[in-house]
């Protein structure tokens, strides 16, 4: 008995990428390039950015890693917006003309779709992400009620992706800003009841760089691939600031 021959299952469009490119080694400013590739429409951006690489142009360089939202490695500005390179479809995206990707703002451009993550990272081991428990050493586990999980269940979220605080303008004009993601970060230990150094990471906070330069444009929000309410975790926190938790 012959075999059903398969349906089609989608046929493809050509796609032109317009690729911000930066060689610091060659290029005194970066500049724009298209690619036009062949897509499906539910190809990920990241699937196109390897077709480029591997197919047209071998030194397209980009970052990425586990390909499925969860390392946080290859955010990047899709048509204007941060977002994540393996989570967003072509079927999302309008292309009809051309799709413009370029590395996140705000942290030194190092080459192509790269950036310096060092200020980010800085920014998050200042908060003190790790939870700091005070003596008394339980025999087992450190025992913590649903109601106080559930206080800090959406910062628990995040993957450091970074695409809040490229997104944000206050960032854009004063890196020395915290950002929202060490905001986000801190917020995981200040309000997990187990921790005993949330008045530390309070004061870290209310540093001139802190929380209160936020002027909650809410963009970290809306950029977040994780969903985790940003501008509500500032907020949290510049309340416990006010209230002392
Ligand atoms: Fe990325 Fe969201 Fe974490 Fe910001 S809060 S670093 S956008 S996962
Ligand atoms: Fe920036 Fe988010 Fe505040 S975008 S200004 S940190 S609400
Ligand atoms: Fe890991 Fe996109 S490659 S989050």
Not at 60 to 81: E, F, P, Q, V, W
Request: glycine share 4%; proline share 6%; with cysteine.
């Amino acid at each position: 008995m012959s075999q059903p021959t398969p349906a089609p299952v989608h046929k493809t469009t050509d796609v032109t990428f317009r690729i911000r490119r930066f060689n610091p080694e060659i290029d005194s400013e970066p500049h724009w390039e298209d690619y036009v590739v062949p897509c499906y429409p539910t190809d990920r951006i990241l699937d196109a950015l390897a077709q480029i690489k591997g197919d047209k142009d071998g030194t397209l360089t980009y970052r990425r890693s586990c390909g499925h939202g969860i390392c946080g490695s290859d955010a990047m500005r899709i048509n204007g917006k941060n977002r994540l390179a393996c989570k967003t479809l072509v079927k999302d995206l309008d292309v009809t003309k051309p799709v413009t990707v370029e590395a996140i703002k705000g942290l030194p451009l190092e080459k192509d779709l790269v950036v310096d993550m060092e200020p980010f990272f800085k920014a998050y081991r200042e908060v003190m992400p790790f939870l700091i428990a005070d003596g008394h050493e339980p025999t087992k586990e450190r025992l913590q009620s649903v109601e106080d999980r559930a206080k800090f269940d959406d910062t628990t979220k995040c993957i450091l992706c970074a695409a809040c605080t490229t997104s944000c303008p206050v960032f854009w004009t004063d890196g020395s800003y915290f950002g929202p993601a060490a905001i986000v970060s801190a917020h995981r230990f200040i309000f997990d009841s187990r921790d005993s150094a949330a008045s530390k990471r309070l004061e870290i906070l209310n540093d001139k760089e802190g929380v209160w330069r936020c002027r909650t444009t809410f963009n970290c929000s809306e950029a977040c691939p994780r969903g985790i309410q940003v501008t509500q975790a500032i907020h949290d926190v510049k309340r416990a600031m006010i209230f002392q938790r």
